[in-house]
């Protein structure tokens, strides 16, 4: 494979690592945020076992980001008190298990978009990478799925 190709490669295949580890690390700070205003045991324990995966995806995510000489960045500080600020707002008068459900389903709905489009623009990124990012995709909308239990 030539240089330029490489490069082209690489190139691809950190920008689905960029966009797997900001959207985890996004997903993982609000489902904090939800968890600590929901009171159904079971809903609970749902978004806890997500959090965990968040963060094992994070941290893979910037693991293999530092392995290529990148540094892994977040959401941009305006995003992020934008999502924190939204909960709040829309849990103010409203925590029942099903609104904080919809919340969570609205957020990664936005993960999802945010990922599949990065994928579509990286056709040439790392197999594995983009295979792991596939999966991880197909995890997010299983957790849809998962979540519409509780609306």
């Known amino acids: 494979m030539s240089e330029l190709k490489q490069n082209y490669k690489d190139k691809q295949t950190s920008l689905i690592l ?24 079971e809903f609970y324990g749902e978004l806890s076992r997500e959090q965990d ?8 995510a910037r693991r293999e980001l530092s392995r290529m000489g990148k ?17 709040a707002v829309k849990t103010a008068s409203n925590n029942d298990t099903s609104h904080l459900a919809e919340i969570m389903f ?3 709905s936005t993960g999802i978009v ?17 295979g792991s990012a596939e999966k ?16």
Do not use: W
Not at 53 to 60: E, F, G, M, P, T
């Open 106 to 108: 609205r957020g990664t």
């Open 114 to 130: 945010d990922m599949q489009r990065t994928l579509n623009r990286s056709r040439m990124a790392d197999e594995n990478v983009r």
């Open 71 to 87: 540094a892994a960045h977040e959401a941009s500080p305006y995003v992020r008190a934008m999502v924190k600020t939204g909960i």
């Open 18 to 41: 960029e966009s797997v580890y900001r959207n985890a690390k996004l997903a993982y700070d609000a489902t904090m945020d939800v968890m600590s205003r929901c009171k159904n045991n």
């Open 53 to 60: 995966r968040y963060k094992s995806v994070a941290l893979n």
């Open 136 to 151: 991880l995709l197909k995890r997010e909308q299983q957790f849809c799925d998962d979540l519409k239990r509780f609306l």
